[in-house]
C-alpha cells in the first residue's frame, strides 16, 4: 500500500500513514491493506468510534492462512473485519468472487483496485556487502553455464498449497527440454530448507539465492525467463498478475500455468505450452523483444503509478459518500 500511498499524496490527496486514532483525531477514510491480526481489528474499532469510513484491503493470503493449521480463530476475525468494512477492495475479479463465496454478506461492497506495479529500481547505490557476495557466487554459477537458457523462479512457499512444493512438474518440463538445449535454474526465496529439500533429486544446474529487497532487481535481471507455475487452488487462481508483471518490468520472458488474471497477458508472454515456451526463449529470444515491449507497455497503462492511483481514489471517494450518508 505505501506505492499506492505516495502517488496519491503526490496527486494531491491528503492521505498518510496511520498511526493510530487518538481523542480527537480522525480521518474521514482508514485502510486496513493486508492485515489480518489482532492490530487490524483495534484499528477497526478505533475507526468506528471515529465515524471514519473503513475500508478492507485484502489479499490471498485471506484463503492460504484459511487452509493452515490453528487457523479458526485467524479465520474468525478476518470475517468480522469484512463484515466491519464499509467497502472491500481485491486485486483481481476472481478474487472477488472467491470472496463473496465465503461472506455472501459483502456481496455489495467488493470494488476491484489492481496492484500497482512493482518498483524494480535500484534503491541503493551499494549493495549491502552480504548481498554484493550472493550476487557474485549467482553470477560465478550462471558463467559455468554460459550457452544455457538460463530460467528463474521466485515467490513464496504455503506449504501444501503453493511454491518450491509445487515445482516438481514444471522441473520434468525443464529437464525434457534440456536434451535440446542446456538450462538452469535460479531460486530466489527466503526458505533454504525447503529449497534442499525440493531440489534433491533434480536433473538440471541450480542454484539458491536468499531474496532481498536491495538484490532482488539485480538478481532477476540476470535471467532470461521466469517460470512461474500456478497449482489450482483458492489461493492461487485469484492471484493477481503481480509476478508475470515484475518479471516483464525486469526484461525477462514468462512461461506461467494460466488463471483468470494471466489470460490478458497471453498475447506477450507464454501460458501452458512450457515447451514451446523454453523454445521460443531459447531459440528465439531476439523475436520476443517487441511482443516484451508490448507488454510493457499494456502494463503501465493499466497498472503503472497515476492508473492505480485513480483508481484508489475513486474508491476513497465512494468510501468518503458511505461516511456521510451513514452521519
Not at 5 to 29: Q, T, W
Not at 100 to 118: G, K, W, Y
Request: aromatic content about 8%; glycine content about 8%.
Amino acid at each position: 500500500m505505501l506505492e499506492p500511498l505516495a502517488a496519491l499524496s503526490e496527486a494531491g490527496l491528503g492521505v498518510m500513514r496511520y498511526p493510530r486514532l487518538r481523542r480527537g483525531m480522525g480521518y474521514d477514510v482508514v485502510v486496513i491493506s493486508k492485515a489480518f491480526g489482532r492490530g487490524a481489528m483495534r484499528v477497526a474499532k478505533a475507526a468506528a468510534a471515529a465515524r471514519s469510513s473503513l475500508i478492507f484491503d485484502i489479499c490471498d493470503n485471506r484463503f492460504a492462512n484459511n487452509r493452515c493449521k490453528g487457523s479458526a480463530r485467524h479465520s474468525a476475525r478476518t470475517n468480522d473485519l469484512l463484515c466491519r468494512a464499509d467497502i472491500v477492495t481485491v486485486p483481481t475479479e476472481r478474487m472477488g468472487r472467491l470472496l463473496i463465496q465465503s461472506a455472501p454478506e459483502i456481496r455489495d461492497r467488493v470494488r476491484v483496485v489492481p496492484d500497482m506495479l512493482d518498483d524494480l529500481s535500484d534503491r541503493a547505490t551499494r549493495l549491502p556487502l552480504i548481498d554484493g557476495w550472493r550476487l557474485t557466487q549467482l553470477d560465478t554459477f550462471l558463467a559455468r553455464h554460459p550457452d544455457a537458457l538460463h530460467c528463474v523462479w521466485f515467490g513464496n512457499t504455503m506449504p501444501g498449497i503453493a511454491g518450491l512444493c509445487q515445482l516438481r512438474n514444471r522441473i520434468v518440463e525443464l529437464e525434457r527440454f534440456a536434451t535440446r538445449h542446456p538450462v538452469t535454474l535460479t531460486i530466489i526465496s527466503n526458505k533454504p530448507g525447503l529449497y534442499r529439500k525440493a531440489s534433491a533429486d533434480w536433473g538440471i544446474p541450480h542454484h539458491y539465492l536468499p531474496w532481498t529487497l536491495a538484490s532482488f532487481p539485480n538478481a532477476l535481471r540476470r535471467h532470461r525467463v521466469a517460470i512461474i507455475p500456478v497449482p489450482q487452488n483458492e489461493y492461487t487462481v485469484g492471484k493477481s498478475i503481480n509476478r508475470p508483471a515484475t518479471a516483464i518490468m525486469a526484461g525477462l520472458g514468462v512461461i506461467a500455468d494460466s488463471i483468470d488474471s494471466y489470460e490478458e497477458l497471453r498475447p506477450f508472454i507464454v501460458l501452458d505450452d512450457w515447451q514451446a515456451g523454453l523454445g521460443r526463449y531459447a531459440f528465439g529470444w531476439d523475436g520476443e523483444q517487441e511482443r516484451l515491449e508490448a507488454g510493457r507497455e499494456h502494463l503501465h497503462a493499466h497498472y503503472g503509478r497515476a492508473r492505480i492511483a485513480e483508481r484508489w481514489a475513486e474508491v476513497l471517494r465512494e468510501a468518503d459518500a458511505r461516511r456521510n450518508v451513514k452521519g
